[in-house]
Every structure is written in C-alpha cells, then in structure tokens.
C-alpha cells in the first residue's frame, strides 16, 4: 500500500497547465475519494475509471484509496484525467511499477469496457506537457496524429487501459508502440501532416475564377488578402458577395507552422478538428448565421469556456453576411478583437484569453426588402427604412473596415465583356504571396507579417510614405472626412497597394486608390 | 433458515476462532438493542472492541470488505458506548472503544479472512 504520482495537463481557454495527480491505496473504510477542485464530469472519473479497471481484468483495490489533483486551486473539468487516475491507482494498488508512471503525461477519456477514449484538445495538452519537460506522453491511439505534432516528445499511443498496462509492467520499454511522426525538411517545417491535394485546386472548391462581372469587387478581394485588411460589400442579392467571401480564403497563403499550431490547438479545443488532418495548414474560413449569440461569436458558454466564432477564425477569415441582420450587440462585440486580436472572455470561474486575429468580411443588402434592383421593379423601401438597416452597423465598426466596396448588378454585356479578365484563385494567390513577401521583408525584426498587423505608431514613424502621397490623406483629415484611425488603417492599404505594384514605398497613386476604397466611392 | 443466514452465522464462527487465536478475548455475541446488532464485543489489553463480521460467499456482488461503509462503522461505534454502558459495571471501563472489520469471502469451500483494525 503506497502512494504513486503521475502527471496529467489541465485546460483553461487554449492554454495547458501540468497537473499531478496522486493516489493513495491506504487503511480505513473501503471506497474511492477524489479531491481536487473538480467538476461534475471529472467526479464521475470514479465511476469510469472503476469499470475500465475491472473490465480490464484487474482487481480493483479493496481498500480506502484517495486521489489528489494538485495544484488544488486550478479548477479541473471534463473526463481528460480519466487515464492518468487509472495508472497512478494502478501504480499506488502495485500493479504497475511506481517508477515508471512518475514522469510519463497520461491523457485520455476511458470508456467503461477499458478503452481510450479521443480527448478534445490533445494539441494544446502535449504542448504544455512539452513545456513541462516530458518526454514521453500518452494519448489515445485516435489522437495520436495530432499529438505527434509537437517536436521532441515521445508519444506513445494506445487503444485499450489493458495495452497500456502490459507496457507499463514490461521492462523493455523499446517495445513501445511510437506514433507515427510526421516528417520534417530542414527548416522544420512538417511536410507530410496534409494531404497533397490541400495545395492543389479539387474539384467542388470555391475558386475566384467562378466570379464573374464583378471585376472592381475582385481586385479588392486580392488587396484584402494580400494586406489582411477587413472588407464591407453592400449591394443588391445575387451580385456575388458570398461568392467572393467564401473565395477569400483561396488566395490566402498557407499559415507558417507556428500559426498552423496555433490555429490547430484553438480547433482542437473546439472539437472541430477533421480527424484525417491533425494540422490545420489552410487559413479558416468561418461564416456564423445571424442567429448566433455573443457567446457563440466571441466564446463561452456554461461550465468550460469555449472559443466562440472570431478565435475559430483565427489567422483567416470570419464572414457575417446579411451583416445588418446580427444583434448589436454581436456586431459592436468584435470591436476588440479586431484591435487587439485577442479576446478575453471573463466569467464567474475566471477569464481566458483566447487568439483572435481575423480578417472581417462584412456583407449587406442596402435595405430590407433586397429586391434585385431592376428599373422594372424598384424597391419600395421609404428612405427611413432604408437608413434604419444600414445605421444597425455602428459607426466604430465600420471605421476597423478598411476597404468598403458596393456591387452592383452587372449586364449581359458586362458578363460577357469581363469573362476575358477573369483569373483562376491560384494566379491572383501567386500576386498575394509575392505582396506578402515584399511586406514580410519589410517588416523582418518586428512582430508584424502584414499590413494590417502594423501599428499606428511605427506608421508614423518608419512607414510614413512621402509628403506628396500624404497629400490626399491629410485633406480628408482636415475636412473630417478621415478620423485618425481612418487615416492609420488608409496608409495601410496604400502600403499594400504598393507592395502589390512592386513599389518600395505608396506613391499618390496609391494613397489615393486607398483612399478610395477606405470611403467606399472608388467607383 | 435462509442459506444466506447460514452463511453469515458459519462466518461468525470462523471470526470468533480467529479472533480468539490472536489472542482477543470475546464478551459477547449478536448483541441486540433498538439501535442495531454487534456481531463480535471483543476486548483486547484495555480496549473494547466491537467487530462487524462480514460474509460473502463470492465477489460477484463487489467484495465483502467494501460493503462495510462509513454509516455502518460510525454506528457499531456507537453501539458499543452503549453496550458498555449497560452491560459493564462503573468500576471495569475500558481505556478505548475501537471498531473493527472482519471479512471474509468464500472461494472454491474455503474461506479467506480480512482483519482491519480502528476502522474508527
């Protein structure tokens, strides 16, 4: 009868604290007392974990035994620990050897017949586990692939308590089943965790080259993507907004490793991980009905906080359409993490943080009846109706969107006539990614990978462009056309004009093209 | 008489054996009052000693050492006071009062014994 320790990781928001976890197979009445600040699902542990022992054919210790989860302070939820409370009893009942469950994490749900369970948020847990200096970390078998992507730790995985057990009695530790690591070339960057067909054009897929007539709305899609600035499109239904949205993404690069990781562990945590791609490597794509709540958008909900909408965009593109259509609440919620690209959700239990740095598509019906607008048959919206939709977007909102586009309904003749200029996602992909690499030269030595990431000051001071292309700015400024946050996220545009031009540095041509996008009258 | 009474009582039988080799000296048996039952009232150098004695004749139903629970355990404690106090002249108190749990499980016609001391 002894005390065993083992270890185990705790999740707040996307984060992953180490947690000890003890038992203590002792004298007294006979029975099981778990401590440890836990939640209901976790104090159900006692249950599962009792079953997955005895349908593993081991005896369960006719004794007193407590379990500790320490630190006590941090409080612990859901069924994750399930596993590493089985093999510290284990340990503790001398069924495996003490020794060799001390430094190992152990991570998984078990079922009741003894088998692992997939966890949610494996990728965030081996991280911290990581960061804690393990070695060696056991997952289930269904999440190994994600786990093994994180380098220089060992994952071991499993499919059964009684497997696990049987490696933890052998003495050759060689034998151990090692998950498939995914292959890395020289810069360390994983090679193999996506399907090829991830960078090659399938079939099905949105692709920019099914747009057709909207020429001016095309090429503000390619400025969007190539500075990650924030996009409004009004105008009539059935003129392509949701078209050109949802092909946003297929002109943005892929993520470097480090935001695929992040990206990853924020899908991971959200249980939206497609199980045959553990690395997320495409920037996502997320588009909330006009329904959802403020939790849903920004994150929470009862018991463990969840990422809402604006964290699972995160490093891609969040689409409200209909925009008009979300309570304000909803739409004047985003204001942070669009300057922040953080957001903290506080509640009773505590606040996390979670990432948030997305580009905003905002997209509208100039009013509420959104009849196709034809000469034939006009809208019969008073001017007041129409004035009351629109104003449903607060002005600070709009004052984060830097380009502001409307669409109109194109003639047959326009169709036609813009078929000849119409470019598949990939070539206007290549012009983004050169534009992206001159800022990223650019911008090597600060935190910044992109236009819109830069801040207002270093604006001001080593990218201010010369005072004849400051012209423009400066009068819309004066007049109170501009504010000053306008005037900031304007240069940045222009910036990203220039680097798509290939020039060092906005010319007039430029501030005045951004200039023009940013107050929504290029046209 | 049931076979689960049997059972019990051949149990009790095999506890006394026990506990009397180990050198406890027994002072009563299955004593009753409206409270409940002491199976054993042992005592051992200066200690009163109230023992449960439970039988099992498998594991199907969970072992018979875990059956004992905290409630039963807090309650042969109090049963005991009570059966000094009714049963012991002022003059021949015990220093302590001490419960403790003997189980025992039937395998295969034989039985295996479980003696835990100072549950409580």
């Known amino acids: 009868m002894t005390v065993a320790r083992t270890r185990c990781v705790a999740l707040v928001g996307v984060t992953g604290h180490p947690i000890d976890v003890e038992a203590d197979v002792g004298s007294g009445v006979a029975g099981t007392h778990l401590i440890g600040m836990l939640d209901t699902a976790l104090s159900e542990a006692r249950d599962r974990v009792r079953s997955a022992v005895v349908n593993s054919r081991h005896s369960w210790p006719d004794a007193r035994i407590t379990i500790s989860l320490f630190p006590a302070s941090l409080p612990k939820r859901g069924s994750m620990f399930d596993l590493a409370i089985a093999v510290a009893l284990l340990a503790a009942a001398g069924v495996v050897p003490v020794a060799r469950v001390a430094d190992p994490f152990f991570l998984g749900e078990l079922g009741l017949d003894g088998s692992l369970r997939p966890l949610r948020g494996v990728l965030p847990a081996v991280l911290a586990a990581a960061a804690a200096g393990a070695r060696t970390v056991v997952v289930p078998v269904r999440n190994a692939a994600e786990a093994a992507l994180v380098p220089d730790v060992t994952v071991v995985p499993f499919s059964t308590l009684g497997q696990l057990i049987g490696w933890l009695r052998d003495d050759d530790q060689t034998c151990a089943p090692v998950a498939e690591t995914p292959t890395r070339n020289g810069t360390g960057e994983i090679t193999r965790a996506w399907p090829s067909s991830a960078t090659e054009p399938r079939a099905g897929v949105p692709d920019l080259g099914d747009v057709a007539g909207q020429p001016f709305a095309r090429r503000a899609l390619e400025v969007c993507a190539a500075g990650g600035h924030n996009l409004w499109m009004l105008g009539p239904p059935g003129t392509g907004k949701t078209m050109l949205a949802e092909r946003l993404p297929t002109l943005l690069p892929h993520l470097e490793h480090e935001q695929a990781l992040e990206v990853t562990a924020i899908h991971s945590v959200a249980g939206t991980l497609p199980e045959d791609r553990p690395l997320l490597v495409r920037p996502p794509f997320v588009a909330p009905h006009h329904t959802a709540t403020v939790a849903a958008v920004i994150g929470g909900g009862s018991g463990a906080i969840r990422p809402g909408a604006v964290s699972l965009a995160h490093r891609g593109v969040l689409f409200l359409d209909e925009a008009p259509e979300y309570p304000a609440t909803v739409l004047d919620s985003l204001r942070q993490p669009l300057e922040s690209g953080t957001v903290t959700v506080s509640r009773a239990m505590g606040s996390v943080t979670f990432p948030a740095r997305f580009m905003l598509v905002l997209a509208a019906n100039q009013c509420p009846c959104a009849r196709p607008a034809g000469p034939a048959d006009p809208c019969r919206c008073t001017p007041m109706a129409r004035r009351r939709y629109l104003a449903r977007l607060s002005g600070p909102l709009l004052d984060r969107v830097d380009v502001k586009i409307a669409l109109y309904r194109s003639s047959r003749r326009e169709l036609l006539a813009d078929r000849r200029f119409i470019e598949p996602s990939r070539v206007v992909a290549e012009r983004v990614l050169a534009a992206r690499e001159q800022a990223a030269k650019r911008f090597s030595g600060t935190p910044w990978r992109c236009n819109a990431e830069v801040s207002a000051q270093a604006l001001h001071t080593d990218y201010r462009p010369a005072a004849k292309a400051m012209t423009p700015l400066l009068r819309c400024l004066d007049s109170g056309e501009l504010s000053a946050r306008g005037l900031d996220r304007t240069l940045r545009v222009a910036w990203t004009l220039a680097d798509l031009a290939g020039k060092s540095a906005p010319e007039v041509t430029e501030t005045n093209a951004a200039l023009g996008l940013w107050l929504g009258e290029a046209r | ?120």
């Open chain 2, 1 to 120: 008489m049931a076979t689960k009474d049997d059972l019990g009582r051949h149990g009790e039988q095999l506890a006394v054996a026990y506990l009397q080799a180990r050198g406890m000296r027994v002072l009563d048996r299955n004593w009753r009052c409206s409270d409940g039952e002491i199976d054993v009232v042992a005592r051992e150098d200066h200690t009163l000693v109230a023992v449960e004695v439970k039988t099992r004749s498998g594991r199907t139903h969970g072992t018979a050492f875990e059956a004992v629970t905290e409630e039963k355990v807090t309650r042969l404690r109090r049963l005991a006071a009570r059966w000094q106090d009714e049963r012991c002249p002022l003059t021949e108190r015990f220093d302590a009062i001490r419960v403790d749990v003997v189980a025992l499980e039937r395998f295969a016609g034989t039985f295996t014994i479980r003696h835990e001391r100072g549950m409580c």
